[in-house]
């Protein structure tokens, strides 16, 4: 059975910093691309960013420069690294594997002062 199980949401003030992790296990991890969606209320999902197995990395123009995905094979975990954070960027984070239709529970994060 496929679990992602995403950690590290919160809330944080304008400007701060949070790293969400995506654990996965019941897949071949290390042969899967991966991806980070966030939805806010009344929104849309929308993607955020991807890695693929070999670890090439696109993110939306509105995080670029300021999340980084990344990846650690060896704990079956995919890491959001988000910095700078602004308030429109209240959302709940999900991970997803790229290619196929297995989501995480996602997790919170609200920028508030």
């Known amino acids: 059975q496929v679990q992602l199980v995403e950690s590290g949401g919160g809330l944080v003030q304008p400007g701060g910093s949070l790293k969400l992790s995506c654990a996965a296990s019941?897949?071949?991890?290390?042969?899967?691309?991966m991806t980070w969606y966030r939805q806010a209320p009344g929104k849309q999902r929308e993607l955020v960013a991807t890695?693929?197995?070999?670890?090439?990395?696109n993110s939306a123009d509105s995080v670029k420069g300021r999340f980084t995905i990344s990846r650690d094979n060896a704990k079956n975990t995919v890491y959001l690294q988000m910095n700078s954070l602004k308030p429109e960027d209240t959302a709940v984070y999900y991970c997803?594997?790229?290619?196929?239709?297995?989501w995480g529970q996602g997790t919170q994060v609200t920028v508030s002062s």
């Open positions: 890695i693929t197995s070999s670890g090439s990395t």
């Open positions: 997803k594997t790229r290619d196929r239709n297995y």
């Open positions: 019941g897949i071949i991890f290390s042969a899967y691309a």
